[in-house]
């Protein structure tokens, strides 16, 4: 078993009982109305009934029998509105749906009910995944809507099909072989993505192509499209800022030239020519060298407005991102984004979201949630997550990410008192807004298996359940998903759960723990790299985030130091503030530490990091041993490639904590604990691994 299937494993249910009762409580199906949304419900709903029951199941325009499953909208099906459901479906939306167990005509039946038809197929998915985890279908009364309006999956892909920041092979989009055919691929990736209600991609990079706005990509851009429509998917394109330019042959890109407006009214028009429901745009502009709109001395407002007024009449939005810095910050990079976006709140359009990245760095395995969230009432904020893992172990660690999605979404921003987390401004109930997004940077490439890493699945489905609805725990995501991927069996489900739980955990201990970030290799961004210094750009060397030195080791950004701690909301600054307080998965974030500082856990600082550094490679361990033991629960070929896996993990933990621990020592000049591992190699050794890194440059 190759993985391809993902948590879409229609196998028969296993457990003899309860499949004789799904035998009996499903009898036929009866979809009535027709588009091309409800006959792909129809087809998941026998293709997976079929094989989860072992029995054909019949599909019918009329209800025949006791125990059918009857599927649709009060509009196009007289079976679901003799039902009067309107009451409950109304505050549903045009996403959200019903599964109940009801009386229909007079035969129990089991009711998927939905004002839309995509909700219709949100709901036989649910549906399907009650069945594939073995819960009950006898009395159900289930209701469920999306909390966030755009759930949307960020493809870092370029034209040529690398992926920049991609570890699962090359990118999905196959231009060459676009508009004609039509890869089944393309296919199994609108199902999986409606499956978890993710509702739009973006194609292309942030790092944007301008020739994607060509016809001769936006007919390939229109056949994506089309394939994706019945599952409720969206396309939406990046905007390279100096297109007018590049493509238009105009003198500048500057957003308040009329001629640069009306070219982006055309392209915007041509675009929706080809694809009528196009999503709208991702921009990224003004950062690591890409255009926009500073470079005509205007700001991110009037980059972004000139792009919202072009997508408006058509429904469109613009996804602006946040994520900007450059040389003029010289203290502190993490200060930038607030410092340029703030004083613009309130000077948006109304159909453009501000898309902030978690923290305020870059995807490090930890950050404190961005100091953007909750600072910006009158701008939709967005959510940008990073599911593929750029700076965590990329496609061989298995680090499950939902504890670290639910770590950002449930912190307090105190922006309207205590309580006003950072989900609740996303979702927009913190400051009313009805446009709302979060977007996850896609991990999924033409690898077989999707993701690279069997686990790396899991994160993808995290993301979407995470983004459908954000009080879901990790736990309970973990569970499903395992059952669906692999095996109902609790002997198998129990401790790879677990497993799961604590995986982030321990790469944050080898790689980052205390609050460390950024200190990774030189500009490929997959081992430790703590010795990069003297580059042309200090905010991209690794010295200028620890900040070590022969008294101590941390980035202080309080009041003595960079005083990025006084863009968060006054109570928040409090729990930060003083190192006492100070939680310690933040410390080195926001302190300069001394080296002889007592812990927590009564250690000095530096034998405290020698613990979590060595704590990290232990878990790894761990993780080893708990996976030894499910051999033979789940097939033998997912099993190995795993298990090959956590080998490559094991050995990098320990080359994450050796080198980082070697070279942090140079400052600490301490003994590691005697009761510790020992480094295996010099620092030499770990420094020349480093193909970026020539000491002394
Ligand atoms: C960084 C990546 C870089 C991306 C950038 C971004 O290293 O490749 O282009 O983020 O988000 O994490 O724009």
Redesign the pocket.
């Known amino acids: 078993d190759d993985g391809y299937r993902l948590w879409q494993r229609y196998d028969k249910v296993q457990d003899a009982e309860k499949l004789k009762n799904y035998q009996q409580s499903v009898s036929e199906l009866v979809i009535e109305g027709n588009s091309p949304t409800l006959s792909v419900a129809q087809k998941e709903l026998t293709v997976g009934l079929t094989g989860l029951l072992g029995k054909a199941v019949p599909v019918s325009q009329r209800l025949t029998q006791q125990s059918a499953v009857v599927a649709g909208t009060p509009a196009n099906s007289a079976l679901i509105a003799s039902l009067n459901l309107a009451e409950r479906l109304n505050s549903l939306g045009d996403e959200g749906y019903l599964i109940l167990t009801a009386n229909t005509n007079g035969k129990k039946s089991t009711v998927i009910a939905a004002n839309t038809d995509i909700g219709v197929l949100y709901g036989s998915f649910h549906f399907l995944r009650l069945l594939q985890t073995q819960q009950s279908i006898s009395n159900l009364s289930i209701a469920s809507a999306p909390k966030i309006k755009h759930r949307v999956l960020n493809h ?1 892909d370029n034209l040529d099909r690398t992926v ?2 991609g570890y699962a092979g090359f990118s999905l989009w196959d231009w060459h072989k676009l508009p004609d055919y039509i890869d089944q691929r393309y296919i199994d990736y609108a199902r999986a993505n409606a499956s978890i209600g993710i509702n739009g991609t973006v194609l292309t ?3 944007a192509n301008a020739l994607v706005l060509t016809k001769e990509y936006l007919v390939k851009v229109a056949a994506l499209a089309d394939a994706f429509r019945p599952y409720g998917l969206r396309v939406y394109l990046t905007a390279r800022f100096s297109a007018p330019i590049e493509l238009g042959g105009l003198k500048t890109a500057d957003p308040l030239d009329p001629q640069v407006q009306a070219w982006w009214k055309d392209k915007t028009e041509e675009i929706y020519s080809y694809v009528p429901d196009f999503g709208g745009f991702l921009v ?1 502009a003004n ?2 060298g890409q255009p926009g709109p500073q470079n005509y001395g205007r700001n991110h407002a009037d980059g972004a407005n000139m792009l919202a007024d072009a997508v408006a009449p058509r429904g469109g939005i613009v996804m602006w ?1 946040a ?1 900007v810095y450059d040389d003029k910050e010289p203290d502190d990079r993490a200060k930038q984004a607030y410092n340029e976006f703030k004083p613009l709140d309130g000077t948006f359009r109304k159909n453009v979201l501000v898309q902030v ?1 978690n923290g305020a760095i ?2 490090q395995p930890r950050e404190p949630f961005h100091p953007l969230f909750g600072a910006m009432p009158q701008t939709p904020i967005m959510m940008e997550f ?1 599911i593929t893992q ?2 965590l172990g990329q496609g061989t660690h298995l680090a499950y990410l939902s504890p670290l999605f639910k770590e950002v979404l449930t912190s307090d921003t105190y922006a309207k008192g205590k309580g006003s987390t950072v989900a609740k401004v996303i979702d927009g109930t913190l400051d009313n807004h009805t446009l709302t997004g979060i977007a996850g ?1 896609s991990n999924i490439g033409n690898d077989r298996n999707w993701t690279g890493h069997q686990f790396g699945q899991a994160n993808w489905y995290s993301f979407g359940r995470l983004a459908w609805d954000h009080t879901l725990s990790s736990e309970a995501i973990a569970d499903e998903w395992l059952k669906m991927t692999f095996t109902n069996n609790n002997q198998f489900v129990a401790p790879v759960k677990n497993m799961m739980l604590g995986s982030h955990e321990a790469l944050v201990n080898y790689m980052t723990p205390l609050g460390l970030h950024h200190i990774m290799g030189w500009s490929h ?1 997959y081992g430790p790299g703590p010795w990069i210094k003297d580059k042309h750009r200090a905010d991209w060397t690794s010295v200028y985030y620890h900040r070590a030195d022969e008294e101590g080791i941390g980035f202080d950004r309080t009041a003595t130091g960079s005083n990025a701690i006084a863009q968060y909301f006054p109570p928040v600054q409090k729990q930060f503030r003083v190192i006492k307080k100070c939680p310690e998965k933040y410390l080195l974030w926001f302190h300069h530490v001394k080296w002889n500082r007592k812990m927590d856990s009564g250690r000095i600082l530096w034998d405290e990091l020698c613990h979590r550094y060595s704590g990290g490679v232990d878990s790894v361990r761990q993780m080893q041993q708990t996976w030894n033991t499910v051999q033979g629960l789940i097939d033998q070929e997912r099993f190995d490639q795993v298990q090959s896996f956590l080998k490559i993990q094991e050995k990098e933990a320990k080359w994450w904590r050796d080198a980082c621990l070697l070279y942090f020592q140079t400052f600490s000049k301490r003994p590691i604990p005697q009761d510790l591992e020992k480094p295996a190699e010099s620092l030499d050794y770990y420094m020349q691994l480093d193909p970026q890194f020539v000491p002394g440059i």
């Open positions: 870092w920049e920041r990079n942030v790092n990224k950062s690591e991102r994520f990245k870059d995807f990073q750029e700076y940077v961004h």
